[in-house]
């Protein structure tokens, strides 16, 4: 579901070192909200955000050296309109890009107004992408699912099962082998496109990995820099059963590749059975490897049945 709202100072916080921006105008009202319908109705963080020549209600205007130029280069009655119907149409931040300085009759209107206005030396278009890409994360569809996402082999992999299956030692077996942690236990799954799922770590888990009679590792601290992630593409489910659930509720070789629905993206899935002496590291290292080749057009279970054929009618010839 999308959030119920997005705030200013949030997203003046989270950028303040990418951006170096200042905030100069609209304190009084620093956790002011965006639009909740705006929210609903747009189709894109682009439709939040954008130059002042693409004015809308409730969007993230931009300011950079033309449109200040825009907001300057008239006599007062014709800059007071400007400045006036950017206000009235209720934008919940203003940003003036682009090293110019802020038009001193749009600072008092912003003051006035309550509205949030920023300041920074970098370039416009930057900004949009900084802003854009901030808000597609905030406003995307989102899920949390138990499990352990990796980064194996370049691909992130969500290793499912049922509590007691060892789910978070075998994520301690494939870091010790030089894959990457993304989270264990809980994990925040993001749609931000139309076919893309991106999986990040509640911030009161990063780093984390509880293990059963050991409890919880910093894998940073302990593997070093490398052995982590921020985020990863959702792309294979593993999932982990017991031998008597595989031989009873799944197919040994399934004809067709598994596919489960994570915020409605079918997600590619395999089924590994648990059991004493099998090298589950092992077993699923070679489950990303042929997800990787189906992925590159190479299905080995479509061709060993072309092979069988051929070999078939072969043998009806002779």
Known sequence: ?????????????????????????????????????????????????????????????????????????????VLERRVSRIVTLEPPVIIVADQCVAPPKLVAMCDRADIPLFTTAASAGYVIDVVRAH?????????????????????????????????SELGLELISRGHGLVADDAVDFFRIAQDTIVGRCPELLANLLEVRGIGLLDIKAIFGETAVRRKMRLKLIVHLVRRETLEREFERLPYEPLFEEV??????KVIIAVDAGRNLAVLVEAAVRNTILQLRGIDTYQEFVARHQRAMERGHED
């Open 263 to 268: 915020l409605d993206v079918p997600t590619r």
């Open 1 to 77: 579901m999308k959030p119920v709202s997005i705030s200013a100072d949030r997203l003046f916080e989270e950028h303040r070192e990418a951006l170096r921006w200042q905030w100069i105008a609209g304190h009084a009202h620093p956790e002011r909200r965006f639009d909740e319908a705006a929210l609903r109705d747009a189709q894109s963080a682009a439709d939040l955000v954008g130059y002042l020549n693409y004015i809308h209600p409730y969007r993230v205007q931009i300011v950079g050296t033309r449109e200040v130029a825009y907001l300057t280069q008239a006599s007062d009655d």
């Open 135 to 167: 808000l597609a994360q905030m406003c995307a569809n989102r899920t949390t699912r138990h499990g352990v996402f990796m980064d194996i082999l370049g691909l992130g992999v969500l290793l499912t099962g049922e509590s007691g299956l060892g789910k």
